[in-house]
Nanobody
Framework: QVQLVESGGGLVQAGGSLRLSCVVS????????MGWYRRAPGKERELVAS???????MYGDPVKGRSTISRDFAKNTVDVQMNSLNAEDTGLYYC?????????WGQGTQVTVSS
């Protein structure tokens, strides 16, 4: 059974940083991309960052330039480092895998940025 377990969320002051980590357990065939999405209160889910199987990275416009995604193939993890956080970064952050077998989501980790 595939599980995606997120960690690293919490309460942080505006201007601070967080590193979100996702550990993937179980076997997944044909991973195309791993990444992070978020859902802010009252808003649609949006891309934070993703990295393809070939190492191509993509970032959502709101976090571009202040976030870095990284993937560790040996540990089967995908992390995102987020800096210069602001109140608009508050939301529930989800780990995501797109694969040949389908799409997988974690349960989410809450990030709250206080001003």
């Amino acid at each position: 059974q595939v599980q995606l377990v997120e960690s690293g969320g919490g309460l942080v002051q505006a201007g601070g940083s967080l590193r979100l980590s996702c550990v993937v357990s179980g076997s997944i065939f044909g991973i195309n991309a791993m990444g992070w999405y978020r859902r802010a209160p009252g808003k649609e889910r949006e891309l934070v960052a993703s990295v393809s199987s070939r190492g191509r990275t993509m970032y959502g416009d709101p976090v571009k330039g202040r976030s870095t995604i990284s993937r560790d193939f040996a540990k089967n993890t995908v992390d995102v480092q987020m800096n210069s956080l602001n109140a608009e970064d508050t939301g529930l952050y989800y780990c995501n895998i797109e694969s040949t077998w389908g799409t997988y989501w974690g349960q989410g980790t809450q990030v709250t940025v206080s001003s």
